[in-house]
Every structure is written in structure tokens, then in C-alpha cells.
């Protein structure tokens, strides 16, 4: 070997040492430390694998000292630098790994953190995976932030039957580890795939707040090139966690990822700059025509929050609404309610909403396209012996109505705020809704939208119910225009008939003409008409606030209709009359207290299938209120007992799967014990009697039946009864200072 080579190795450990020593002031001469580290070498390149060595000796020597490694091997690794020296794949990166393998099993701190900052490659992997379950929070964090590094190298056919791949191992990290800032590790170094794409999302739901912010902010904002890389229901997922989620951080999170997807203002063409195609194009991505609509609606609000300045350009022209979409009728009545909302006439104004009879027109023009394939429905259910076909033309009839119905619905919705002082234009609304709720074929989900506009335009409750019951008796006729023989044209006004007409509806009987026989056929389109009718009794019912008393047209209804349907034996039937009669009692108190018997024996005696709706134990304020109202009757043996009878069907085993009634009965009984002391009371007084029909009917259960064990009773009557626990407690024992 020539002297000056010789000279040169030996200078090499010297050399290293000195700009290891130089990179520990600054980072600013790393970079071009980089390159200096070598030249010594370089310097040596006569006899190459002695030089190779010596570099390795003398960098290796200074690995207990800093931490410039990491950075070094990564760029060696990106430019080259070793192969250029000398010549070949050498084994330097090897080497370093093993020399770093025992590390991992060291038990010193420092040591540990340092080994976890590296860039590490495949031959650490198991060495990574072990470090995972250390109980340094720091260290598993570094340890995943390496491992992601491996993810793109591996092959899972390399792995061992069963074995789990490291994206597998780092998904169940994301999920399962209790610190939260290895679970952000995770979740900021693993790939969004298909394959983690599904506990990514899962992670918006995380309890660290931190977490389900960047999942918005920087994972699906920056890894995310298109929504339609997501599913709908991904989609909905995301927005509705985002949005609704507790943490204003996280809903500004989710809204500026939301905004960020809306299309490329490069696409908007029209007269509104093309920002309202961009927002139907936007609402595409969603399902507005099911149930999740509202998702889609969450969506638009929080652009509109996001960029306040695009409503300001909404121009609605008159092709608009003759080519309405489900999209564009959702982003309309979005639109609309947000101005009546936010008090911003001006921009609706501007927006060229059309006037009360020009819209009537519009939901004219939607009715009689939701028509069209309802007519269809029929004509191929009665050419098809009375059954509907199973085919790809039925399911894409289907998908018409649908579409048709959101849209019509949507219109109804706007319908609903808009300015009745044109005369002329709410008597056509009238007269549209009118027509649309005595058709027998309309959507159950429009009738309520139907009614909401009727309460809007009429001029008392009198009137709904007088349209309704006139409506009901259209239905019921065998033949329509024998329902309206003998009225006076002058009182059959459209849209506000005089009150005293009322008199001559009541002596029209709402029972049909009775026929010796009706067929099968007959029977069941009877059945499916009187059904419709209790629809629409429900649905004005739950508008109405006055008392029974006062509207007597309720009388034939309830003697006609509702008491009769009570009384059938088919469930649907049942379900229906007893809803009906409920809505009846909250509005009437005598019948409120003379029915309650009835209700609970439905309970107890009718089969599993029909339930009481909320629409009666749900109101239990409203009951609650009747019964404190009556101070004569509270106090009587009839009210005790259906109290008990309330206690017992709360806690019975009959009721155990009947979560909707026993949900009621939970919200009921604390809201009326802690609404006074004498409530309080009154539960008292009935304690000693409940608490041993308890205990009766636990010993009495049959096997595989549950029951609440006595003590639970009695504590849960003692928590009702807490006198501490009553709202206006201090008003009956003042303090005295």
C-alpha cells in the first residue's frame, strides 16, 4: 500500500469525527456536511474495501454520539453517494442495522428514542412490531412512524401463515391504543387504501379530539383526490360525524373539507356565475333522495357558512322549476329557508323567487308528473292480476316515483314559507293541496306536507278540520258527487267557507251505505281507504290545539271512524284507531282519563306486534298536565289505579322487548313525579300496593322471562319520590335566613 493511501486511511477517523463534531452546533450545515463526510475516503479509494472499512469503523464509532445518522442514511440512500465512492452495492447500511438491532432491547431510555427516530428497512421489522407494546407512549409513537415506512416494501406472500402484515398491525393500533398520540402516529403515516380507508373513517369518532380533527384537516383533505373515491354511504359517514360532531374545531374541520369538495369554479358556466350547477353537481354525491337527505342538506349549510358568498348570486329562472331534479329542488328549499332563517329578504328578492301563483303552478306541474308513473304503477299491477311485477322497467318505475316524490315534496317545504297576502295566490295553493290530499294514491309521506300548508293558509283550526273531514268523506263515499248533493254552491268556497256550512258536513254521515255483500276485493280496497282516512285524521290531529270541545265536527270522526277501527281485529287497523284516539285525548280531558284503562289493556292483551305509539305516552307532559288540571279527580282511587297499572307495565316481563313503550314510560314517570311534591306524593301512596304486585309477578315468571329484582323496584320509586328532586320544591318549603 502507498504511503500517502496510507496516510489518508488513517486521517479518515479524524475527519469524521470532526464534522460529526461540526453538525451537533446547527442544522444549517448539515447539507453540505453531506457530501464532506466522504471526502476523506475519497482520499483512500487505492485499496477500496480497506477504505469502505475504515469509514464504517470510524462512522459507526460516532452512532453513540449524535443524531445526524438518520438524516445521512437517507440521503446515501437517495443520491447515492456510496456507490459513486466505491464502486458497488456496499454492505454499509447492513452493517449499521445490525450493529443497531441489540438496541431494541435496551433498557435505557435515550437509547431507545434515538434507535425509534431512524429510518429503519425490513430486516428491524420484528424488532419495530415488539417495540409496539413498550410501555413508553414516546416509543410506540416512533416505532409506528417507522414501521409506516415498510408498509410499500412489503410482501404479504413473504409472510408466515396467519401472520399479520405491518398496515394490518398499524390499523389495529390506530384503533386500539390508549394514548392518543400513537394513535395520531398511526393515523397521519398509514396510506389511505381500501383497505385502511374503512378504519380511518371509523377514527371520526375517536374520543380524542386531536384525532377526529385531522382526519378532516389532514387526511381526507390531503389524501383524499375525489369524494368519489368514497362510497355514498362513506360520504354521508363523513359529514354527518364532521358536522355534527361536539367540537366547534372539529365542525370548522369537517366544513372546510366539505367546501374544499365542491366543484372547480373553472366548471361554473350560467347566469349566476354557474353556482348553482356546481352545488347540484355537489349534492349529487349524496343520497337526497332516501332517508339520509338531511345529511346532504348539513352539507350545503355548512358551504353556505363556509363561503358566504355564493347564495348571493342564486338566480332561480322559470327553466329552474320546470326542470326540476330532486338535487335542485333540495338545493332551492335550502336556499329559501336559509334567507327566511337568517332574515335576509334582500337576497331572497334577488334571488327571483317566483310569486304565491306562479309557484302554485309549479306544484301543479310536479303533482301531475308524480301522476304519470303512479298511473303507470296501476295500469301493471291490474294487468298483472293485482300483483306488482319484478322487473328492471317496475324498479326503474319505482325509482321515478321516488324522484318525483322528493321533488314534490321539496316544493311543498318552499310552499310553506312563502307570503299569502296574494288572495288569488292562496286559493290556488288551496285548491292544489287540496286536490292532492283527496287523491287516494298520494305518497303517505306528503300528506303531513300537505297538511302543514293547510294550516298555514286557513284561517282557523275549524276550517283544517272541516277540509279534512270533507276530504274523509270524498274517500269513503262509494260515489264523490253524491257526497256534495245538496250543498250550496256559495258555501263550497275553495278557500274559506263559511264556519256555519260546518253544520250541514256534520249531518253527512261519514259511514258508507251499507250493501248486503262486498267481495274480497272490495273488503281490502275498503280496508286500504279507511287506512288512508286515519292517516289524514292522525296527521290533522297532531295540528290541532284546541280542545275536543270546541270542534265538534270531531264528534262524527271519533264515532265513525276511529271507535270503529278500535275495535277491528286487523293489527294495522287497530294500530291506527288507537293512535287516532290517542291524539283525541290529549285534546280532551275527560276522554284522556276515561280511556287510559283501554290504552293499558292494549298493552298487556294485544299481540307483540302492535305497540302503543309515541304519540300518546310520548306526550306525557300534555297527560300529566290534564291530570294535575283535575284536582277533584287526582286524588281518587280511579287515578291511584292507573298509576299502579303504568308502574306495573313499566317493569313487567310482557313488556321487556317493547323498548319504544318502556323508552315512553322512562321519560313519563320522572317528568311527572319531579314536576311537584303532590305528584310525589301521589306515587307514594301507591308504593306499598305496587311493590307487592311486583313481587308477585316476579315470582309468578315463567322460564327464560326477566324481571327487576324488588329492591330495584323500590329503590327506583324511592329516586321518584326524592323530595330534593322536585322541580318547585323550594316554593312549598321557603328557606328562612
Not at 516 to 537: G, S
Not at 539 to 546: H, Q, S
Not at 689 to 694: E, N
Request: aromatic share 6%.
Amino acid at each position: 500500500m502507498a504511503v500517502g493511501s496510507q496516510m489518508a486511511l488513517e486521517d479518515v477517523r479524524e475527519s469524521v469525527a470532526t464534522i460529526f463534531d461540526q453538525v451537533q452546533a446547527s442544522l444549517a450545515n448539515h447539507r453540505k456536511n453531506y457530501g464532506g463526510i466522504t471526502q476523506p475516503a475519497k482520499n483512500g479509494t487505492a485499496v477500496r474495501l480497506v477504505g469502505e472499512k475504515a469509514f464504517g469503523d470510524a462512522f459507526i464509532d460516532m452512532m453513540n454520539r449524535v443524531l445526524f445518522v438518520g438524516a445521512y442514511v437517507k440521503y446515501v440512500n437517495e443520491k447515492g453517494e456510496l456507490f459513486v465512492l466505491f464502486g458497488r452495492e456496499t454492505g454499509f447500511i447492513s452493517r449499521l442495522l445490525k450493529w443497531l438491532s441489540p438496541g431494541f432491547v435496551a433498557k435505557t431510555r435515550s437509547f431507545d428514542t434515538m434507535i425509534s427516530h431512524l429510518d429503519v428497512y425490513s430486516i428491524l421489522r420484528d424488532n419495530l412490531i415488539e417495540r409496539l407494546g413498550d410501555r413508553e407512549s414516546l416509543i410506540r409513537a416512533h416505532a409506528v412512524i417507522a414501521l409506516s415506512k415498510l408498509i410499500g416494501s412489503e410482501d404479504p406472500s413473504e409472510l408466515e401463515e396467519g401472520e399479520k402484515t405491518i398496515l394490518e398491525i398499524l390499523l389495529d393500533v390506530v384503533c386500539y391504543d390508549t394514548a392518543p398520540e400513537v394513535r395520531r402516529a398511526a393515523l397521519l403515516n398509514i396510506p389511505l387504501t381500501p383497505i385502511s380507508l374503512e378504519t380511518i373513517l371509523s377514527r371520526t369518532r375517536d374520543t380524542d379530539t386531536l384525532i377526529r380533527r385531522l382526519v378532516f384537516a389532514v387526511v381526507l383533505q390531503a389524501k383524499l383526490s375525489h369524494p368519489k373515491q368514497l362510497s355514498v354511504a362513506q360520504r354521508e359517514q363523513i359529514v354527518k360525524d364532521g358536522l355534527g360532531d361536539r367540537e366547534p374545531v372539529v365542525r370548522v374541520a369537517a366544513g372546510k373539507m366539505v367546501a374544499k369538495d365542491e366543484p372547480s369554479e373553472e366548471t361554473w358556466v350560467g347566469d349566476d356565475g354557474g353556482v348553482m350547477k356546481g352545488l347540484i353537481k355537489f349534492l349529487s354525491l349524496f343520497d337526497v333522495v332516501g332517508p339520509t337527505q338531511i345529511v346532504a342538506v348539513d352539507a350545503i349549510m355548512s358551504i353556505f357558512v363556509t363561503r358566504p358568498d355564493l347564495p348571493q348570486v342564486f338566480s332561480f329562472s322559470d327553466a329552474f322549476w320546470k326542470e326540476l331534479s330532486p338535487e335542485s329542488a333540495v338545493l332551492a328549499r335550502v336556499f329559501v329557508e336559509d334567507c327566511i332563517e337568517s332574515h335576509n329578504e334582500a337576497r331572497l328578492e334577488n334571488a327571483s323567487l317566483p310569486v304565491v301563483t306562479a309557484f302554485a303552478f309549479y306544484i301543479q306541474e310536479a303533482y301531475n308528473a308524480l301522476l304519470e308513473p303512479l298511473q303507470d304503477l296501476e295500469n301493471a299491477r291490474f294487468l298483472n292480476g293485482g300483483e306488482i311485477p319484478d322487473d328492471e322497467e317496475s324498479e326503474k318505475r319505482d325509482e321515478d316515483i321516488a324522484k318525483q316524490e322528493v321533488v314534490l315534496g321539496e316544493l311543498l317545504r318552499i310552499a310553506l314559507r312563502l307570503d299569502y297576502m296574494d288572495e288569488i295566490g292562496r286559493r290556488k295553493v288551496f285548491s292544489v293541496v287540496k286536490d292532492m290530499l283527496a287523491h287516494p294514491e298520494l305518497p303517505t309521506s306528503l300528506i303531513e306536507r300537505c297538511l302543514d300548508i293547510l294550516k298555514v293558509i286557513l284561517p282557523s283550526e275549524r276550517e283544517l278540520i272541516r277540509v279534512v273531514v270533507e276530504i274523509v268523506i270524498e274517500l269513503r263515499e262509494d260515489n264523490g258527487e253524491e257526497a256534495l248533493e245538496g250543498l250550496d254552491p256559495a258555501e263550497m268556497d275553495d278557500s274559506r267557507s263559511d264556519i256555519t256550512s260546518t253544520r250541514k258536513d256534520r249531518d253527512r254521515s261519514l259511514r258508507r251505505n251499507k250493501q248486503t255483500e262486498l267481495t274480497p276485493e272490495q273488503k281490502a280496497q275498503a280496508d286500504l281507504v279507511d287506512q288512508r282516512c286515519l292517516t289524514l285524521c292522525i296527521g290533522m290531529l297532531e295540528r290541532v290545539d284546541g280542545s275536543f270541545e270546541d270542534n265538534s265536527t270531531l264528534e262524527g270522526i271519533l264515532s265513525d271512524l276511529i271507535i270503529p277501527s278500535v275495535k277491528r281485529k286487523e293489527l294495522v287497523m287497530r294500530e291506527k284507531g288507537l293512535i287516532s284516539l290517542g291524539l283525541c285525548c290529549l285534546i280532551a280531558k275527560n276522554m284522556a282519563l276515561n280511556s287510559f284503562q283501554l290504552f293499558l289493556s292494549q298493552v298487556q292483551n294485544a299481540p307483540e306486534s302492535l305497540k302503543l305509539r309515541q304519540e300518546f305516552f310520548g306526550r306525557s307532559e300534555d297527560v300529566v298536565s290534564h291530570m294535575r288540571s283535575n284536582a277533584g279527580i287526582d286524588e281518587s282511587d280511579a287515578v291511584q289505579a292507573v298509576l299502579t297499572s303504568l308502574v306495573l307495565v313499566y317493569v313487567s316481563a310482557s313488556t321487556a322487548d317493547n323498548q319504544e313503550l318502556r323508552q315512553c314510560l322512562s321519560y313519563f314517570f320522572p317528568v311527572y313525579c319531579y314536576s311537584s311534591p303532590a305528584n310525589q306524593a301521589r306515587i307514594q301512596s301507591i308504593f306499598i300496593r305496587a311493590f307487592d304486585l311486583v313481587t308477585q309477578a316476579r315470582d309468578e315468571l315463567e322460564e327464560g322471562q326477566t324481571m327487576i329484582a324488588p329492591y330495584q323496584f323500590g329503590l327506583l320509586l324511592v329516586d321518584w319520590t326524592d323530595p330534593q328532586k322536585a322541580a318547585d320544591v323550594y316554593a312549598h318549603f321557603p328557606l328562612q335566613i
